[in-house]
């Protein structure tokens, strides 16, 4: 069965120019992303077709500067453009946080000339971008992660190690490497920007995974990876800083999926609440009406958690605790919400002939990727009261 186009949802704006542009996601979901979402998942295909017309919609740039080829829009924006993204197929709206968090730290850090030289073609050139930070070893305790960076010669980097759990491994054209330059620890991180096709860059077969099919997800393998100085981003020393800066904007895309996938799942519980049993629509039960609307308001909360972490964030204030905040929420309400959804579908929501079961499916993974729920909790708990003193 076809997924359904996202319903529209009630936003509010902040500008003629954001209206538009969302009025062009929304035709772009319903005629571009929706109707093959089920079969392509299925087959485990990835749309790179899909984000080549992205990038030339001006979609994968949106929150960085637009003298390199950016969008110039607050994050309160683009988050809601990730967000009906998701709502019509979560490898989209997945693909294109996970391509503005690559951007992050050549578009935050890199030199005038840097950026002159890569971020057109990444922002508005139809490069996609993958993040490599995790490791087999070092997944949530990303600061002890092994890849090692070694200069040689006329001050090239040569990259030698495994990363892990990389969206986009083997599609991207740009990797964004976090490796050791230096002792152990935080402060011995550094940046790089590698090509895609950089020899000694080999990728492992993806990962089979329960949800999310059509986003590759895959090791990485440098096998002495020569890069010039000139790609690598900001000091030495200074990655992990960097990476930490990159992924308090990247929950809150990673939050914004989390809505929209709970949006569609809530659609199609609704559609279906208007069909009839026992000679009246099974939405007249109170039973299901209050399901219902649990499942609607943690979405409605969800969503206001997110914008108000990224009007934070648009106003140059802190806000890593907030995004911390909307990542665990709108990741724990999807996954509420796309069991509940599986419900109210009865046996019909368990089968692969409606979208809810496969949205449970890849619900869970958002409980997961970019700081699991766990590691969001220790982050918020430290806001609070400080570092464990253990």
Avoid at 254 to 281: K, T
Wanted: hydrophobic content about 45%; glycine content about 12%.
């Amino acid at each position: 069965m076809p997924d359904r186009a996202p319903s529209p949802v009630d936003r509010s704006l902040p500008t003629a120019e954001a209206r538009e542009l969302m009025a062009l996601v929304r035709d772009i979901a319903r005629r571009e992303i929706a109707p093959a979402a089920a079969e392509e998942e299925d087959a485990g295909r990835f749309p790179r077709e899909l984000f080549t017309l992205l990038s030339a919609s001006g979609l994968l740039g949106l929150p960085y500067d637009s003298a390199h080829g950016g969008g110039d829009q607050p994050y309160e924006v683009y988050l809601q453009v990730v967000e009906e993204l998701a709502a019509a197929r979560l490898t989209v709206g997945l693909g294109v946080s996970v391509h503005t968090l690559a951007s992050y730290a050549l578009a935050a850090h890199g030199t005038a000339a840097q950026r002159a030289a890569h971020l057109p073609a990444m922002l508005g050139g139809g490069q996609l971008g993958a993040y490599c930070l995790s490791e087999p070893s070092s997944g949530s305790d990303a600061a002890s992660l092994r890849t090692r960076a070694v200069r040689e010669g006329g001050g090239d980097w040569v990259i030698t190690g495994t990363k892990a759990w990389i969206t986009h491994a083997g599609l991207a054209d740009f990797y964004t490497v976090l490796a050791r330059t230096g002792g152990a620890g935080a402060s011995g991180i550094t940046a790089f920007l590698v090509p895609g096709d950089a020899a000694g860059l080999n990728v492992a077969a993806p990962e089979r995974k329960m949800g999310l099919k059509g986003s590759p997800t895959a090791q990485v393998h440098l096998d002495g990876v020569r890069i010039p100085d000139a790609r690598r981003i900001g000091d030495e020393g200074q990655g992990f800083a960097i990476a930490l800066a990159a992924l308090d904007s990247g929950r809150l895309g990673i939050a914004a999926c989390a809505v929209g996938l709970a949006q569609a799942a809530l659609d199609e519980a609704v559609g279906w609440a208007r069909r009839r049993q026992f000679g009246h629509p099974i939405a007249d039960f109170q039973g299901l009406r209050f399901l219902l609307a649990d499942m609607a308001t943690r979405i409605e909360a969800g969503r206001a958690l997110y914008l108000a972490a990224a009007r934070q964030r648009d106003a140059g204030r802190p806000f890593g605790r907030q995004a911390a905040m909307a990542k665990l929420h709108c990741t724990d309400a999807a996954m509420q919400v796309t069991i509940d959804a599986v419900q109210v579908l009865g046996g019909y929501g368990y089968t692969a002939d409606f979208p809810v079961e496969r949205y449970l499916r890849e619900a869970k993974v958002l409980q997961i990727v970019e700081g699991t729920n766990q590691i969001q909790r220790m982050v918020i708990a430290r806001h609070l009261l400080g570092p464990e003193t253990r």
